[in-house]
């Protein structure tokens, strides 16, 4: 991925968070994006695996955070992903 697209992916999921509709997905995404883009730089193995795992977790709001944190972390666009819950 290069910068542009980047910061086109990034845009679009802060202007989706923004907008207050499903905001803990797009919080997880935005983070998962950078860890895409940056690698180690962003956040610890350690800390990715914890992002990681937030997709089994019982409550809602994190399991959504996880969701979206996979799919930035995929490089999938934010236009084409499906948050499950407005939360």
């Given amino acids: 991925m290069d910068r542009?697209?980047?910061?086109?992916?990034l845009g679009m999921a802060l202007?989706?968070?923004?907008?207050g509709k499903?905001?803990?997905?797009?919080?997880?995404?935005?983070?998962g994006l950078r860890r895409y883009y940056y690698g180690d730089k962003f956040v610890t193995r350690e800390d990715h695996i914890k992002w990681m795992?937030?997709?089994n977790d019982p409550g809602k709001i994190k399991a959504e955070q996880g969701?979206?944190?996979?799919d930035g972390y995929e490089g999938k666009d934010p236009e084409a992903s499906k948050p499950k819950e407005d939360i």
């Fill in 4 to 9: 542009k697209e980047y910061l086109r992916k």
């Fill in 15 to 19: 202007t989706y968070q923004r907008s």
């Fill in 22 to 31: 499903k905001k803990s997905y797009y919080t997880g995404y935005m983070s």
């Fill in 53 to 55: 795992n937030l997709v």
């Fill in 67 to 70: 969701r979206g944190y996979r």
